[in-house]
Nanobody, 118 residues
Framework: QVQLVESGGGLVQPGGSLNLSCAASGMGFSLYNWGWYRQAPGKQRELVAS???????NYDDSVKGRFTISRDDDKRMLELQRNSLKPEDTDVYYC????????????WGQGTQVTIPS
């Protein structure tokens, strides 16, 4: 059974930094492309950063240059380093399989809330 646990969210001032982590279990972590998704209230979840099994990275234009995705296959962890945060980065963040056409697993974690006040 796929289990995803996100952590690291919180309140941070504009321009600040925050690192998110995701612990994954129940699947062959190293086999998949992984991504970070964000979701605002009333909106669909969207992929903002992804990293392939071969360590290619891809970012949404809105976060390019500010966010860095990384993975540790031995620890089955995915991370998202987030710098120069803006109020529009306020969302709930989730990790799941994604990128390069990979669909997310049907099971999602609880997400982690990130708030940047305006």
């Amino acid at each position: 059974q796929v289990q995803l646990v996100e952590s690291g969210g919180g309140l941070v001032q504009p321009g600040g930094s925050l690192n998110l982590s995701c612990a994954a279990s129940g699947m062959g972590f190293s086999l998949y492309n992984w991504g970070w998704y964000r979701q605002a209230p009333g909106k669909q979840r969207e992929l903002v950063a992804s990293m392939s099994a071969s360590e290619l990275r891809n970012y949404d234009d809105s976060v390019k240059g500010r966010f860095t995705i990384s993975r540790d296959d031995d620890k089955r962890m995915l991370e998202l380093q987030r710098n120069s945060l803006k109020p529009e980065d306020t969302d709930v963040y989730y990790c799941n399989r994604g990128g390069w056409g990979a669909s997310a697993f049907g099971s999602w974690g609880q997400g982690t809330q990130v708030t940047i006040p305006s």
